[in-house]
C-alpha cells in the first residue's frame, strides 16, 4: 500500500502475530511438561483481544466506503469466528468480526483485569486497593 499510516499498521499486526505465536509456544511448552501456564496466558488473552480489535478495525480502513455495505457469506453466522479455509473474504465477513471484536476485551476477563494480573504476578507491583477487603458482613456501609 501507498499509504505510510496502513502500512505502519500492518507492520504492528504482523508484529503482534509474531509475539502471540512465541508466547503460545512457551505456554504449550510449560502445559506439555507438567507446568501451569500461569500469567502468561493473561499476556496472551490481552495480546489477542487486542490484536483481534484493531485488525478488524484496520480491515475496515482498507475496505473504506465497501465496508458500509454488508454482502456476501458472513463469517460469524454458524458462531464459529471464522470462515472455511479457501472462503473468499466478505465484506459482511469483515464487519461481523470487527463488531464481534469488541466482545473479545470483555470475556475471559477484561483487558483491565489482565493489565491489573500481568502488574500484580509479572511486574510484581502492589495490587490496587480494593473496597471491599474482608469479609462482605464486615463492611462498613
Not at 454482502?71 to 465484506?91: F, I, Q, R, S
Not at 469483515?94 to 463488531?99: C, E, K, V
Not at 483487558?111 to 502492589?126: A, D, T
Amino acid at each position: 500500500t501507498e499509504d505510510p499510516r496502513i502500512r505502519q499498521r500492518l507492520a504492528w499486526c504482523h508484529s503482534k502475530v509474531e509475539i502471540m505465536r512465541w508466547l503460545g509456544q512457551q505456554v504449550l511448552t510449560s502445559f506439555l511438561n507438567g507446568e501451569a501456564p500461569g500469567p502468561k496466558s493473561s499476556i496472551g488473552k490481552l495480546n489477542w483481544s487486542e490484536y483481534h480489535r484493531t485488525v478488524t478495525e484496520l480491515s475496515l480502513d482498507i475496505l473504506g466506503a465497501d465496508a458500509m455495505i454488508m454482502e456476501g457469506d458472513t463469517a460469524y453466522a454458524a458462531g464459529l469466528g471464522a470462515a472455511d479455509a479457501g472462503t473468499p473474504n466478505t465484506t459482511s465477513a469483515w464487519i461481523n468480526s470487527f463488531l464481534a471484536a469488541r466482545s473479545g476485551t470483555i470475556y475471559a476477563g477484561t483487558s483491565q483485569v489482565q493489565r491489573n494480573i500481568i502488574g500484580e504476578r509479572v511486574l510484581g507491583l502492589p495490587k490496587e486497593p480494593r473496597a471491599d477487603e474482608g469479609p462482605w458482613n464486615e463492611t462498613l456501609r
